[in-house]
């Protein structure tokens, strides 16, 4: 299976929000601990390693940096104990006094630990003014990475598709003259001059082909699609390069070439790109868009006709954009109990906190609040789970995704009609 599946796209979204907010913490001095551990690394190991560390760290002169680090070490070491072997995949951490965020003449010590998509390739301790994500980021690129030649006898296109986008990268016109002989040319030498047209062309995609695909991108699977028989007399020929060759897993009948066969490709291509995560996600759309489209159909969209419709367990998939950016704040009177909730666009999150604390609570008219944030896709899991239903996110990036968010960044498909609809 892909990386980019069902299962893991509720993880990869979150990893990829972590990842956001870590490129930007940056602590008061070299006082922010990197943990990366590869599989099978026993437990007993990396703590005794970061006990050693803890040792080391007592040199440090500065006595604020000296005990942050040696807190968030000690924050560390607690955590491991815990466990009595790593995750299949390895272990990642990040740990250390950032800031807040709220009032950032306060530091607080933040700790998230991660298990990996795919396994820990290096062993790897540092404590320094910022976190290190590279083996992190590398971890979760899309590596399904497929090209496609959508090729006719008037144009060719070339395309990529990276996991859950596809991307046009060239289109060139072939400079082969139509079928139809001009006058005075004998019918055998137009044939001559025309299939030396086509053997240029042919050579000229297989030199775009070899440019796109191995040097500027590194492809693990080539598609080749068009109308007619163009596609398999390019390939039957012998231009492409053979490491293309070998990586050409089939081929797609289209109406079209170019950018336009591209796109059909996804549509008809199917079968040999099911594994990829943007195939998944049109198809998971336009059944959302069928449902939405019809009068009694089964999807609601937007904020509360959807959270209506999961509180009342009548949810078999949720949608969510990945780029929605709303968050569920929770204001709880720690006089009476009475719970407040809004849901907020993330530029507002901080704002909205400050200004519900101060608040009057409607049941006993005290202002003693204690206030949390969450993220809607983790309050939308949470809900999910408590009711088996599905929750798949959806990338932004694709045309699929860009039509789903003008639907406001969240939907339903739904189990049953509701006399409501």
């Known amino acids: 299976m ?23 913490v940056r602590g008061r001095g070299t006082e922010l601990v990197t943990l990366y551990v590869p599989p099978k690394r026993p437990v007993y190991d990396v703590i005794n390693q970061l006990r050693d560390e803890y040792g ?12 942050h680090v040696q807190g968030a070490l000690m924050h560390i070491m607690q955590k491991l104990k815990l466990y009595k ?6 272990f990642i951490v990040f740990c250390g006094y950032t800031p807040s965020p709220e009032n950032p003449a306060d530091e607080t010590l933040v700790y998230y630990e991660i298990n990996p998509p795919k396994p820990v390739p290096t062993y790897l301790y ?32 070339f395309g990529i598709i990276m996991g859950d986008r596809v991307e046009v990268v060239e289109v060139i016109t072939s400079g082969v003259g139509s079928k139809h002989r001009q006058g005075g040319q004998s019918a055998r030498r137009f044939e001559r001059i025309r299939e030396n047209e086509i053997n240029d062309y042919f050579h000229r995609v297989a030199e775009h082909a070899k440019r796109i695909f191995i040097d500027q991108y590194s492809i693990k699977s080539l598609i080749i699609s068009g109308p007619g028989m163009a596609k398999e007399d390019f390939f039957k020929g012998g231009y492409l390069d053979y490491r293309l060759e070998k990586m050409t897993i089939g081929f797609v009948d289209t109406g079209y070439s170019g950018a336009e066969g591209i796109r059909e490709t ?27 489209s019809k009068k009694d159909g089964l999807a609601v969209y937007g904020l509360e006709p959807s959270l209506k419709a999961i509180k009342a367990a009548n949810a078999d998939t949720i949608l969510v954009s990945e780029d929605i950016n709303t968050f569920r704040v929770e204001a709880t009177c720690r006089s ?25 609570c409607p049941v006993c008219g005290k ?5 949390k944030h969450f993220d809607l896709v983790d309050y939308l899991a949470d809900l999910a789970s408590s009711i088996g239903a599905k ?3 959806i990338s932004s990036k694709s045309e699929s995704g860009q039509m789903f968010k003008n639907f406001g960044g969240i939907g339903v498909i739904l189990r049953y009609r509701t006399q409501q609809g």
């Open 2 to 24: 892909s990386l980019e599946t069902e299962k893991s796209s509720l993880e990869l979204y979150r990893i990829r929000r972590l990842l956001m907010e870590l490129q930007n």
């Open 56 to 67: 080391t760290a007592s040199n440090i002169k500065s006595d604020q940096t000296r005990s």
């Open 85 to 90: 072997q790593f995750p299949e995949n390895g």
């Open 126 to 157: 540092r404590c320094d003014d910022h976190f290190h994500l590279d083996i992190l980021e590398e971890m979760v690129k899309e590596e399904a990475l497929v090209g496609v030649i959508s090729i006719d006898l008037s144009e060719a296109g």
């Open 266 to 292: 996804l549509e008809r291509g199917g079968e040999l790109i099911e594994n990829l995560r943007l195939v998944e996600e049109r198809r998971l759309v336009e059944r959302f868009l069928q449902e939405a």
């Open 336 to 360: 009476c109990g009475y719970v407040n909730e809004k849901f907020v666009d993330g530029s507002k999150l901080y704002e909205v906190k400050a200004s519900m604390a101060q608040e009057a």
């Open 367 to 371: 202002t003693n609040w204690d206030v």
């Open 391 to 393: 929750l798949e996110i």
